[in-house]
């Protein structure tokens, strides 16, 4: 049982790149997340996911997309990085209403 | 709008004595509210869950109340340990809605 899975666990972007980051999970969890966490902050939600084809915006979703075509997976896509997105990125996954498992983060740097 | 506030100051406390931390927040009608611990370069691991009918819970070391009228959780880590240094994070949550957490609060034992 693997869990949440993500990847890269880092990544260097020029600015004006586009990327996509990888969640995957194992658990059959209806309900997934997207989070930035900058130094010495908590978690702000980027989007998130109460199930296959539905998405929603959180609390800092510009400059970001996701989608939601299966239960397993919820890619995080940046369309044109910028400086501003540089950032450790983690992606969560809740099943009901029980604990929540994170993926092992993204370090993202954007030059 | 909703906000989750817990204390920005590290909490520096001697090993053997207990941490108090507090969550409180605003503008949500929680069905429950969980409690994570991260680590440096880590994504946050879950502790403990507790509901909106439940005052307290325990495990082992650790121990949360939940105050639904005074919208504040109190989160106490009892005969603390240098291995408890950490940042703890808080998450109150409604059934069915987005997950989101307090700023978190940054606590050193010190031997």
Same mark, same amino acid.
């Given at each position: 049982n693997a869990g949440v899975t993500q990847t890269p666990k880092f990544q260097v972007l020029k600015t004006g790149q586009s990327m996509t980051l990888q969640c995957a999970q194992d658990m059959n969890h209806e309900y997934m997340s997207w989070y930035r966490q900058d130094p010495g902050m908590g978690l702000r939600l980027i989007h998130?996911?109460? &199930?296959? &084809?539905?998405?929603? #915006? &959180?609390e800092v979703p510009n400059g970001y997309n996701v989608s939601r075509s299966t239960t397993e997976d919820f890619p995080l896509r @940046? @369309?044109?990085a910028a400086p501003s997105q540089t950032s450790v990125y983690f992606c969560a996954s809740l099943g009901g209403n029980t604990e929540?498992?994170? &993926? #092992?983060?993204t370090r993202l740097t954007v030059v | 709008s909703q906000k989750i506030e817990q204390n920005s100051e590290a909490l520096n406390?001697? $090993?053997g004595k207990t941490a108090t931390l507090t969550c409180n927040? *605003?503008?949500y009608s929680p069905a429950y509210l969980q409690w994570y611990r991260q680590d440096p370069g880590r994504g %946050?691991?879950?502790? /403990? /869950?507790? !509901?909106?009918? $439940?005052? $307290?819970? !325990?495990k082992e070391r650790l121990k949360v109340t939940f105050d639904t009228t005074l919208k504040q959780s109190l989160f106490h880590i009892t005969a603390s340990q240098p291995a408890d240094s950490a940042t703890y /994070?808080?998450? %109150?949550?409604a059934a069915g809605n987005k997950l989101t957490f307090g700023g978190? *609060? !940054?606590v050193l034992v010190k031997p």
């Open positions: 998130y996911s109460v &199930g296959a &084809g539905i998405t929603d #915006q &959180g @940046l @369309l044109s929540a498992f994170f &993926g #092992q983060g | 406390i001697q $090993e927040y *605003t503008n %946050p691991v879950f502790l /403990l /869950l507790i !509901r909106e009918n $439940e005052k $307290e819970k !325990r /994070l808080c998450a %109150p949550k978190g *609060t !940054r």
